[in-house]
């Protein structure tokens, strides 16, 4: 028996069977049924909006993978740049084609004078680098105008390559902005979180030298940050591009829907949290006020995993990697200290609440060196690579327009008043 549904029209008795094709229903075979009649579904809890090749994600036993490899495979053997490359690809490079992409990324990594010296200067000087970060990708578009030719391949590969490279570059100069230290360009002879460490961190020295261990833990942050299907700024991101705006512009909204806090800040609510925490003793009664509903165990939950986050696991390895070399974070304790209890509790059990990416994230980023400020950004940073892969994808699949219907709830018609008679 072919797996289908039966809908009835109970005001005319017309039925219409849908077949059940990838784990969803046509809403289009229901309209042929109900006319004038749409789908109510806020938050589009019950919606799949797109059909997508590019990340599977099961929720009930904490699975990610990209492009049918797992996390786990791609965090311990790749990194970001092959994975950015898989993702937009659909297959992992040869050798050849990896040597031919990161020589291209590393290329493209620097930005035009005048997107720094005016553009970004141009910035009050307590300025947000993530409001820094979106309104510059946003501004990229007025320096290449050959972006909106968004049908020609082989123009589009380049504002891909372009964005990719120079998403670090922006972060870094609006980070150097707001704490008043000299830009520094892209050193090409390092690879690419090397390279961003560098422009992050240079002081005089001639060559900076980032701790291997350090890079590697950025990349694999990069790599498990890099796409998460259909999330807000994906969304956003498919949203604006079925309208057919060039992908910088696109890329920006994706963006600015990460900057909102609930979407990419809650790694910085994590580290405000365990500081208001402030020591292990106070641990017991705030997991006591959280539960008497005074807030939430920031980093604790997701809309989709409600196993674990295979991200979380990944991350809880690498944050001691970077401790044994930048000494332990002080938080860290207490953040030990909350998981255990967490998870032994029929509260937080019992809602399937376990720890998810953001709540060793932010304090790798705090033990690294990075300003809470910069946390959303560094997660911009690979998510470029997820956000055009779905640009790519949304293009070949040819859909259409975004264009939502809404159930009308305002005011019936009424006439005009005059001001002076209101
Ligand atoms: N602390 C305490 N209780 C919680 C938490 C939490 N972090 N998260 C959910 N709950 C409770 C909630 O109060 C509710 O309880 P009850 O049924 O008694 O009313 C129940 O669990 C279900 O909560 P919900 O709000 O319906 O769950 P949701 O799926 O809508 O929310 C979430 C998911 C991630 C927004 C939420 O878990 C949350 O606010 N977590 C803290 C913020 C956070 O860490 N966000 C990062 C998400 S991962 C980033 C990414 O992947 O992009």
């Known amino acids: 028996m072919p797996e289908s549904i039966t809908i009835t029209d109970n005001r005319t008795g017309s039925t219409v069977d849908i077949p059940i094709v990838n784990g969803g229903v046509a809403a289009s075979d229901f309209s042929k049924l109900l006319p004038g009649v749409w789908f109510y579904d806020p938050g589009f809890m019950s919606t799949a909006a797109c059909e997508s090749a590019i990340t599977y994600l099961d929720g009930e036993n904490g699975v990610l993978r990209y492009r049918g490899y797992p996390i786990e495979q791609l965090a311990e053997q790749s990194n970001y740049l092959e994975v950015a490359y898989l993702l937009l690809n659909g297959e992992l490079p040869t050798p050849e084609e990896y040597t031919k992409w990161s020589h291209d990324i590393t290329y493209h990594t620097f930005i035009h004078e005048n997107v720094r010296k005016r553009f970004l200067e141009g910035f009050h000087y307590d300025a947000h680098p993530m409001g820094m970060m979106v309104s510059a990708v946003a501004a990229l578009s007025t320096f290449y105008l050959d972006a909106k030719d968004i049908s020609d391949t082989a123009v589009l590969h380049k504002q891909v390559v372009r964005l ?5 570059t922006l972060a870094a100069a609006a980070h150097r902005f707001s704490v008043g230290m000299p830009f520094v360009y892209p050193d090409n002879s390092l690879d690419f979180c090397a390279n ?38 994906t969304t956003a991101m498919r949203t604006v591009a079925s309208a057919h705006a060039d992908p910088y512009s696109a890329t920006a909204a994706a963006a600015a829907a990460l900057y909102g806090p609930r979407h990419g800040g809650a790694n910085e609510a994590v580290i405000r949290m365990l500081t208001e925490i402030g020591s292990v003793d106070n641990v017991e009664p705030f997991i ?49 200290k909350l998981e255990d209890i967490a998870l032994n509790d ?14 060793y994230s932010g304090l790798i980023y705090q033990a690294m060196g990075f300003p809470l400020e910069m946390f959303t950004v ?36 009424r006439n005009y008043v005059p001001i002076a008679r209101r």
């Open 288 to 336: 006591q006020a959280v539960k008497e509903g005074k807030g939430r165990l920031q980093g604790f939950g997701h809309r989709v995993y409600k196993s674990y986050d295979p991200r979380a696991k990944i991350i809880k390895r690498t944050a001691d990697e970077v401790f044994a070399v930048t000494g332990k974070n002080p938080l860290l304790d207490i953040a030990l």
């Open 164 to 168: 990719i490279a120079k998403m670090p």
């Open 196 to 233: 961003f460490l560098s422009m992050m961190w240079k002081v005089a020295e001639p060559r900076f030298e980032p701790d291997p261990a350090l890079v590697r833990a950025l990349d694999i942050l990069f790599i498990l940050h890099a796409d998460h299907e259909q999330n807000c700024g």
């Open 378 to 413: 560094l997660f911009a940073i690979p998510r470029t690579a997820g956000w055009l892969a779905h640009f790519k994808e949304l293009l070949e699949q040819d859909s259409k327009i975004t264009r939502p219907r809404q159930l009308y709830v305002g005011s019936e018609e």
């Open 346 to 359: 029929e509260y937080f059990t019992s809602r399937k609440l376990y720890p998810n990416v953001d709540f």
